[in-house]
């Protein structure tokens, strides 16, 4: 295959999606400590539309290739690549620079730690979103936020992946969800996927309704990607002592600091990426563990949404943006 | 002297110093589990004028008396008091509710836990200037900070008696103390108080020079009494994985988030107040030995600024909100 053309998605200038472009080249091949990997299908997350908006912790360098996530069986090695060979079955672990790789297209080199075989009772599509979503929730519930049995989770967003996979892991721990939506449409599925309590944030007062399903006391942990001025009454529904995980800006509204809730409650706010977890070899291994775990056991099972071909990357996108998934956007190459 | 009469300090409204006035009444006896202190010295903080102006974490209930921090010998106790008897040379530990309590005067009633024996070689304007201010940098630098040898932190408002309190104990760890001031005047007293930089910020860039002292690296812990447009920059000159630990809100303006910094490098914000350490049995009791130790062998000595008497209890405030002061400010009764 080292010689034969692949399609790829670029993007030449940042925009909405329409900036997405499937191009053909040869083949690339891989460099030393890297592994190339012929790609079956590709998950779909938020930083990627970030990126593409030249919004992300990092800016694109044109021409831009991106994609953190995808699925596939390698098919070529690099020098010094001693864990993985040619054949194995593999997803993706987002511990690289989106600048230098991505993953979007028929073939994705790879540096070999970013690379990892994934249980073999899931689909391709399903082994494309796992690392993501559940990494993100791992880090931020059990290593961060050391959520406990008995422990109230508050989790904004909750329809997407990465929401979902945390509803998971709480159940798993045994501590109480209460999830938010701002519409009523999602309230069903969100109780079925595992949720404890749903707040509709169109219809209800947050900070009322935690406090009323928390005798008074408030959250003891709260995981949100959205910022803004959401921020501040999630402060007002926290617990004494509690600790807010914000990692995401999907408000495009500023963030006031809940200065005086944080001095009387002794908030924490604490910034969060996965990086801080896949850039440290002793929480990346225990991440692994907990999700091969979990997914045998079969209290973490990724929720899947649609599924796009590549060629329609842009409605991918477009719809991603849309607000109206719940799970997983997947694509299959 | 219970049948005696004694001069407080009272206000019946919330405003600025003029509030305040002295009022002779009669000696309270203590209850159950109090004791009451024959004052000899009182510690002015920044909670007092908050408190005076009803902008503190409890709001005053009139007629209102107000203070933390007092020294003087027990000369009554309340029922069921074991630890203490009359006699006794005590300081207070601010661990009461100043609507309940409040130290301003001649003579005030305590909770017993709340009374202290302080070390002998002190003064007792040395013993009214003790607690609140290790204890706060203590709770902050050591219990949340786990700051070490080797790690920098950046101090603000630093001409405070707890920004005095933490360079010491950052000396004594054996840490770097980055501290700012918003003028040159007190630079030397700075450094001659054991800062190893001083930052003048009117004049210098507060950033560029954190970075520049710690190549390029930012400061591990940040110590901020004032937040408002400050926390920005503290968070620009914070290190990967940094904590900013907020303690007051001496700035009148809004405090924004900054959720791209906390983002790209897992910031850690804390809202603090010393409440965490004197309501947590364990901590208070860490503290309480950290902070004889220190006294003990010198590397703790309170700084202490000017002294006024209890009739100049209105030019004490105003001095203090004048931000002129070096140390802390104390009242002779």
Redesign the interface.
């Known amino acids: 295959m080292s010689k034969s053309q692949v399609k790829s998605v670029y993007f030449h200038k940042a925009g909405n999606a329409s900036v997405l472009q499937i191009e053909s080249h040869d083949a690339k091949e891989p460099a030393s400590g890297e592994v190339r990997i012929n790609v079956e299908a590709i998950g779909l997350n938020r930083a990627e539309v970030m990126f593409r908006e030249a919004q992300y912790?990092e800016a694109p360098v044109f021409p831009a290739r991106l994609g953190y996530e995808a699925s596939g069986t390698i098919d070529a090695v690099g020098e010094g690549v001693t864990q993985l060979k040619v054949g194995d079955r593999v997803s993706t672990i987002p511990s690289f620079s989106m600048g230098q790789y991505g993953v979007y297209g028929q073939s994705a080199i790879m540096p070999e730690h970013a690379a990892v075989p994934y249980p073999e009772s899931l689909s391709a599509v399903e082994g494309a979103s796992i690392w993501m979503q559940y990494l993100t929730a791992f880090g931020a519930l059990i290593e961060l936020g050391q959520l406990q049995k008995e422990q109230t989770v508050l989790i904004t967003a909750a329809s997407s992946s990465v929401g979902l996979a945390a509803i998971q892991i709480a159940k798993q721990v045994g501590a109480t969800a209460i999830v938010t939506s701002r519409t009523s449409a999602k309230k069903a599925a969100l109780l079925s996927a595992g949720a404890d309590h749903v707040v509709v944030t169109d219809d209800e007062d947050l900070v009322d309704r935690v406090m009323s399903i928390t005798d008074g006391q408030g959250a003891d942990l709260i995981f949100d990607p959205i910022?803004g001025a959401i921020?501040e009454q999630l402060a007002a529904a926290a617990a004494q002592?509690a600790t807010l995980i914000?990692?995401?800006?999907l408000s495009s509204e500023?963030?006031?600091?809940?200065?005086?809730?944080?001095?009387?409650?002794?908030?924490?706010?604490?910034?969060?990426?996965l990086?801080?977890i896949v850039q440290d070899e002793a929480r990346l291994q225990r991440g692994i563990s907990f999700v091969e775990n979990g997914l045998a056991s079969g209290s973490l099972k990724p929720i899947l949404d649609k599924n796009f071909k590549l060629e329609d990357i842009q409605q991918a996108h477009e719809y991603m943006e849309s607000n109206k998934q719940f799970g997983k956007i997947t694509v299959s190459v």
Chains 1, 2 share one sequence.
């Open positions: 912790l910022a921020v002592g914000e990692y995401g800006a500023d963030t006031a600091f809940p200065l005086m809730h944080a001095l009387a409650k002794g908030l924490t706010i604490r910034g969060y990426t990086f801080e």
